[in-house]
């Protein structure tokens, strides 16, 4: 069990997108929770809600057509989604903040990157100017890029998608926030840029204390960085455990599904085809009956057709959501 | 830059080129400017003669082209047909600025008011306001110019009367009382408001919808990048982020508009001009086409043309030069 | 597919985007659009009153009635909307004036789409010097002022219906031109280009069977809204004088002088502007909505 304090605790989280062809249950019940310093992976396919549900804890949910239906999201034990706009935007870029997916087009073209950064010190420490300049030069050094007051009045555009990711990450802990989501950062990177942004994340989570929020569908980036791994699908959240547990014995059959499909370097070389998940994810205008995986599930029943499965806790800190668990 | 700027500059020459033959040539298909004169019992035969040899009437029609080339460089722009006596430069030179002032400000207006609605619009999208805002866009679209120019000199000079009765609310025409000529500045500034009044309406009614709808879009377009989304998720208050983050972008292309419509300023508005009797170049052209004055008319067109080519440049110059994108590469 | 559909209905779900073909969700779209409905039902107003009237209402356009009192009369039993300055039959003109009126605008519309269309595909396609000509070309009679050429070319072409066509269509393929161009240029980079390349297709095919369709949305919006451009052109050029000559009637000339309706007979001007307006709109709405609809994402 982790002793630490609970920072966010995401409880029974539902969004949901009211669309011209339909309602989409983006997220559709989701639980999670993050302790202080604590590194949290949640991993799925495209459209299984996790980014849906990053949004949703800093309340960016574009409305229309987006809209938090229900449950609560637990900071520091308050109720996020109870909080009037001035409240959260003080909390946004300052206790809890956020890097997106694409660096090219994430930081304003206009502006400098310089000023870009002062901009989120300005706005949560009361100091500017000269002062501002000085902290976001700290900033720029820190997040390992050379010659930080030459690139302090450097445009975008001038700079690489690393480099740009590396502002976007100085822009984020400029105000030392408890926690950062990181929303598929390096999925737009080259694989060796991937590792460097990935290698700074680390060794800035050990320097600073905060709590990231990993997300991505790139199961190889949590086994380097979390601690904790949750599975989403299609809206839900399927599996949750420790990163070791997970890998080492995943119980529910997507997981199980996912991690065998990886290519692994140790195993003896066979002329198999690599094993993958039938079918494919839901469409979120029609979602199966029952449990949302049945389809492509070799081990369903006509029970998983019917009923939908609750979260079980089957060892602690080990949850499925499944009737017919993986032996472990 | 400066490569780009002198490579688009050079750009221009051939434009101009194809510009003044088109120009010259649809006026060297008309069959006989002279046919008109040579009705006329005051103007002499010799003059006629004098006429056609001065413009080149006598010579082959490539060497016509030269002739006129030649002059047109140089500022010789030949007689003015339409007020015989007076050089074709004069003529031009006393329309141009009444289509300048009145050009002017109808865009001012248009401006001021159609880009806080565009702006508007864009935030508050698919409200009322917004809504509304299109179905005016679309009305002013819609409406033929001299309609609504004969619509407004009805409505304010025939149906609303001055508290005596007689006089028009708005003058129906002209661009200043006659007799004011001398009088003070603020009395002639006064006197030519009220001249001005409805045509600037007529033109910026037509014009707002379209400018509005631009910003609109430049505006919807911004928002939906996703650097306004990392502003909010850094704390920007939303007013900062409109008017900060978004603006600066959505502003780019409208100064490309602004440029673009410059040449507009001189072109003018030939119809609502000839409908409300000001002297201005568009009803010149106009009227030089309408009495076979082809000399002026040629003249009145290459200039807009070539404002319209040198204002694209301009366009393109002040875009490279206000999107940092362009202009640090 | 088919079954699904009708699983749906039969649970009384909402249809999908995944259960229509591509012309019907355009058509749904469509449908479901304000702005475009209201011009919808503009425009079949104005054509059934154009097309159907002088079977309801017979009267000769241009016969006139002599003398004072036949001019400028009051409308009445014998003439609904009253009669002009040549003592003709106002209702009876508005019919075949709109007919006039609206024949030019399809017909100038259509022809500037398909000519600026034809360009666009060459120059977007082939690229290279063929592009540069074309396109500086283009952008040189772009910079012309359209409105003292159209009365210059309609000078020179002489009076009439098909003069003031060919006006329109000179100075109405530029915007084509470039909006389909730009269009080739983008979709050449698409894969299915490349492929259709790869098994041995003459540029001709790809050009007319693989690109042009995909300009096909896009030209029908810009044929549409063009109609109301042209209409107002029409209007302006027969306003002065240039366009349809007596004793045909079209909505432009029908106002031709009409700065003396003022005083005498403004309902003279307001029969035939109202009509142009909203015409012009019902095309501006509609055309509107069609963009809409086929791409409600895109920015045209």
């Known amino acids: 069990m982790d002793n630490r304090e609970v920072l966010v605790d995401i409880k029974n989280l539902r969004t949901f997108f009211y669309t011209e062809d339909g309602v989409v249950p983006a997220v559709d019940g989701i639980d999670l929770t993050i ?40 900071f520091h034990g308050q109720d996020l989604l109870k909080k009037n706009e001035e409240e959260m935007r003080m909390i946004r870029g300052d206790k809890i903040s956020m890097i997106f997916q694409e660096p090219m087009t994430s930081l304003n073209p206009v502006y400098t990157i310089g000023d870009q950064i002062s901009e989120a010190i300005t706005l949560h420490q009361k100091i500017d100017g000269a002062e501002s300049k000085k902290r976001t030069i700290e900033m720029i050094h820190l997040v390992g890029i050379p010659e930080p007051e030459r690139r302090f009045s450097q445009y975008p555009h001038e700079m690489s998608g690393g480099m740009r990711q590396r502002v976007m990450i100085a822009m984020a802990l400029s105000s030392n926030p408890e926690l950062l989501i990181s929303d598929e950062a390096t999925t737009a990177l080259d694989v060796t840029i991937q590792a460097q942004i990935l290698d700074l994340m680390r060794g800035l989570q050990k320097k600073l204390g905060m709590a990231i929020l990993i997300i991505t569908h790139n199961l190889a980036v949590v086994a380097e960085m979390a601690e904790t791994i949750s599975i989403a699908y299609a809206g839900k959240i399927v599996e949750s455990a420790s990163a070791k547990e997970t890998f080492k014995s995943p119980r529910h059959p997507y997981t199980y599904g996912l991690l065998q499909s990886i290519p692994k370097f140790t195993e003896k070389k066979t002329n198999e085809p690599l094993p993958a998940i039938e079918g494919m994810v839901p469409s979120p205008y029609h979602m199966p009956k029952g449990c949302r995986f049945n389809p492509r599930c070799p081990f369903a029943t006509e029970k998983c057709r019917e009923e939908e499965p609750e979260i079980l806790e089957l060892t602690p800190g080990h949850l499925v959501r499944c009737f017919y668990p993986i032996e472990s | 830059m400066r490569d780009y700027i002198i490579r688009r500059v050079l750009g221009m020459i051939p434009l101009i080129l194809i510009v003044m033959i088109v120009s010259f040539g649809i006026f060297s298909l008309v069959p006989s400017p002279f046919a008109a004169l040579s009705e006329n019992p005051r103007i002499k035969k010799a003059d006629i003669q004098r006429l056609k040899h001065a413009w080149g009437f006598d010579l082959k029609w490539y060497l016509r082209f030269f002739k006129w080339f030649s002059g047109v460089i140089r500022g010789d722009w030949g007689p003015s047909l339409l007020y015989p006596g007076s050089m074709a430069r004069d003529v031009i030179a006393r329309a141009l600025p009444v289509t300048v002032r009145l050009m002017g400000i109808e865009f001012l207006v248009s ?99 379209g400018y509005a709808r631009y910003m609109r879009s430049s505006m919807l377009e911004v928002i939906r990048q996703d650097y306004i989304r990392t502003a909010r998720a850094k704390g920007v208050p939303e007013r900062s982020v409109v008017n900060k983050h978004a603006l600066r972008n959505a502003m780019i292309p409208i100064v490309t508009l602004v440029a673009l419509s410059m040449p507009g300023i001189v072109g003018g508005a030939a119809i609502t001009e000839t409908i409300f009797n000001i002297p201005g170049m568009g009803r010149l052209i106009i009227a030089a086409e309408i009495k076979a004055d082809y000399p002026t008319a040629m003249i009145g067109l290459l200039l807009i043309s070539v404002l319209v080519i040198v204002f694209n440049l301009v366009a393109d110059i002040v875009y490279a030069w206000v999107d940092p994108r362009i202009k640090y590469s | ?120 595909l060459v120059a977007g396609y082939y690229g290279g010097w063929a592009d540069d000509l074309l396109m500086r070309f283009t952008d040189a009679m772009l910079s012309i002022p359209t409105f003292p ?152």
């Open chain 1, 35 to 74: 302790h202080r310093g604590e590194v949290v992976g949640l991993v799925g396919e495209s459209g299984c809600g996790k980014s849906v549900t990053a949004l949703s804890i800093l309340r960016l949910i574009p409305n229309p057509p987006g809209k938090i239906i229900g449950g609560e999201i637990f």
């Open chain 2, 111 to 209: 401006l001021v008011i159609a880009l806080p609605i565009g702006i508007i619009s864009a935030v508050k999208q698919y409200s009322v306001t917004d809504y509304v805002v299109t179905v005016i866009s679309f009305l002013g679209m819609s409406m033929p110019s001299f309609w609504l120019g004969l619509m407004m000199m009805m409505l304010f000079s025939v149906v609303l009367k001055r508290p005596d009765g007689i006089t028009p609310l708005l003058p129906a025409g002209g661009i200043i009382t006659p007799g004011l000529e001398d009088a003070s500045f603020w009395v002639k500034f006064g006197d030519r408001a009220q001249y001005l009044v409805l045509p600037v309406f007529v033109l910026s009614f037509i014009s707002i919808g």
């Open chain 3, 1 to 120: 597919m088919a079954e699904k559909v009708i699983e749906a209905k039969k649970k009384g779900q909402k249809k999908s985007s995944e259960d229509y073909t591509y012309v019907g969700m355009v058509f749904h779209r469509l449908t479901r659009h304000k702005l475009a409905m209201v011009g919808a039902f503009m425009l079949i107003f104005i054509l059934l009153f154009v097309f159907v009237g002088p079977l309801v209402w017979r009267a000769n356009p241009n016969e006139q009635i002599e003398g004072l009192e036949g001019m400028f009369n009051v409308p009445s039993r014998a003439h609904p909307m009253g009669t002009d300055d040549y003592g003709r039959d106002v209702l009876a003109r508005m019919f075949f004036g709109g007919r006039i009126s609206l024949f030019i605008g399809f017909i100038s519309a259509i022809t500037s789409t398909l000519i600026g269309a034809l360009v666009g």
């Open chain 3, 149 to 300: 050429l159209l009365i210059a070319l309609a000078s020179v072409l002489g009076k009439g219906v098909w003069q003031i066509i060919l006006v329109i269509v000179i100075f109405g393929w530029m915007v084509d031109a470039r909006l389909v161009r730009g269009l080739v240029l983008s979709l050449k980079e698409q894969e299915y280009v490349e492929a259709a390349h790869a098994i041995g297709a003459s540029a001709n095919r790809i050009m007319w069977r693989h690109l042009f369709p995909n300009t096909l949305a896009v030209l029908i919006v810009s044929t549409t809204i063009g109609i109301g451009g042209a209409i107002i052109y029409e209007a302006s050029i027969s306003f002065l004088g240039f366009g349809v000559q007596a004793p045909f009637a079209s909505w432009g000339n029908m106002l031709q002088n009409a700065q003396q309706f003022i005083w005498n007979s403004p309902r003279l001007i307001i029969y035939p502007g109202l009509a142009i307006f909203m015409t012009v709109l019902g095309f501006n709405f509609f055309g509107d909505g069609l963009r809409d609809a086929i791409d409600p994402k895109l920015k045209l």
